[in-house]
């Protein structure tokens, strides 16, 4: 089964015997572009921690991301691509 974790949801194990086991994959929209993907981890690490010294670090790691995408290098290669 596979859903989409960015809509709120709930779950619950109705056996009270057994022990429920869950695997989450994450996974990007094959149709999402490299800065959206940039601009959505940025949005997971301000959910994580809306701090101002981690948003800081969070916006400058995204800056560094998006500076790899402009880079000529990055050309035909995707981010988190395997090099």
Same mark, same amino acid.
């Given at each position: 089964?596979?859903?989409?974790?960015?809509?709120?949801?709930?779950?619950?194990? $109705?056996?009270?015997? &057994?022990?429920?086991?869950?695997?989450?994959? @994450?996974?990007?929209?094959? #149709?999402?572009?490299? /800065?959206?993907?940039?601009?959505?981890?940025?949005?997971?690490?301000?959910?994580?921690?809306?701090?101002? $010294?981690?948003?800081? &670090?969070?916006?400058?790691?995204?800056?560094? @991301?998006?500076?790899?995408? #402009?880079?000529?290098? /990055?050309?035909?290669?995707?981010?988190?691509?395997?090099?």
């Amino acid at each position: 089964m596979v859903f989409d974790t960015s809509f709120t949801h709930s779950t619950w194990n $109705a056996s009270p015997d &057994e022990e429920r086991l869950v695997l989450l994959i @994450r996974f990007w929209h094959p #149709q999402l572009s490299e /800065a959206e993907r940039v601009a959505t981890l940025w949005l997971f690490a301000a959910a994580d921690d809306s701090s101002k $010294a981690a948003l800081a &670090e969070a916006s400058k790691l995204a800056e560094k @991301r998006l500076k790899l995408l #402009q880079s000529p290098k /990055a050309s035909g290669k995707g981010f988190g691509a395997k090099r």
